[in-house]
């Protein structure tokens, strides 16, 4: 990508050498979708990142054409748009991204697609879809999907990759990506799934935290009705049956944080798993005819000792989301 010092407008970046726009890129490299509360230093940011802002030459009809945003700020009642009018060229400031994702965005709208990468890095794909994004140009770069996710390792574990991966496959339109990379937010995520400052849609977000939680309250809605029905009951053979149950199961409970609310401060797939590693409890009783010597008596054994029978079938993930739901 040509720098020219000499540029007649001073630009650091040439895309169109003709063009009659220049955007200056201030506060270039801002920190990215932080995973945690601390801050980047400034110190990380690419050497380009300087306080008088990055110049990028381009051309004003091909900004026009691909963008509304560029549109509007092109042809409005601005001053840039005034400025185009009056004088053959203008300036228009842009703030805080990548600098790498915003010229490969540039080149792809000026047609300069020799100078698109094949591959790309999530972390660079991710910025330069909230590039695309904020300019509406989801349709003009929606081909390259095709070239950058294919054969991804996409993540496996909840994660800020994983936020990327979301965010990802919701710009790109992949309902499959998008169902899976939710389920694992939600199975996995051990409290409010957030995003990181993404232009994830808000319905998005909050769908996901509110299955997740309601996923976890039905799980934990099963062990204590069972408990309950032994309380009650309805499940175990006899008094001591009940008794001994009720207590595997409570303990169970207690040992695993599986009591609401701390349940919801681990993860569905974490509380899930957990459910079938009950211990069973062993202990004897007489047999049929009353008998209660050391060897007329037998391990106790009824349907209800085995867990997986009291417990049922617990799915271990939480369903993803479809991606149609939200696009309708």
Not at 18 to 26: A, F, K, R
Request: proline share 4%; with cysteine.
């Amino acid at each position: 990508m040509a720098c020219e010092d000499d540029d007649t407008l001073g630009a650091t970046h040439v895309i169109d050498p003709s063009g009659e726009v220049i955007i200056i890129l201030q506060n270039a490299n801002a920190p990215f979708a932080v995973w945690r509360a601390s801050i980047q230093s400034s110190a990380a940011k690419k050497e380009d990142d300087t306080n008088e802002g990055i110049r990028i030459r381009v051309s004003a009809k091909h900004l026009i054409l691909a963008s509304p945003v560029f549109e509007r700020a092109l042809t409005g009642p601005w001053k840039e748009s005034i400025s185009l009018d009056q004088e053959g060229s203008t300036e228009i400031t842009a703030e805080n991204w990548d600098i790498e994702a915003l010229l490969i965005f540039l080149r792809i709208i000026h047609c300069q697609f020799q100078f698109v990468p094949q591959e790309m890095s999530l972390e660079l794909l991710a910025k330069f879809a909230v590039v695309a994004d904020y300019y509406g140009c989801q349709a003009a770069v929606g081909f390259f999907s095709r070239i950058w996710v294919q054969d991804r390792i996409i993540p496996k574990t909840y994660s800020r990759d994983l936020i990327l991966w979301l965010w990802v496959t919701w710009f790109f339109n992949l309902p499959d990506q998008f169902r899976d990379a939710t389920s694992i937010a939600m199975s996995q995520c051990n409290g409010e799934i957030y995003p990181l400052g993404l232009p994830i849609p808000c319905a998005i977000i909050e769908q996901m935290n509110a299955v997740r939680k309601s996923s976890i309250q039905s799980l934990y809605c099963l062990l204590d009705g069972r408990r309950a029905s032994l309380l009650h009951g309805e499940r175990g053979c006899h008094f001591e049956c009940r008794a001994m149950l009720y207590g595997t199961v409570s303990m169970h409970m207690h040992d695993n944080q599986l009591f609401w609310p701390g349940i919801l401060g681990q993860s569905y797939e974490k509380s899930a798993r957990s459910t079938e590693t009950v211990r069973r409890p062993r202990w004897r009783e007489p047999c049929a005819d009353n008998s209660n010597t050391a060897n007329n008596r037998r391990l106790h054994s009824c349907p209800d000792c085995n867990f997986n029978r009291l417990l049922g079938d617990v799915e271990q993930s939480v369903k993803g989301l479809k991606l149609q739901s939200f696009t309708a």
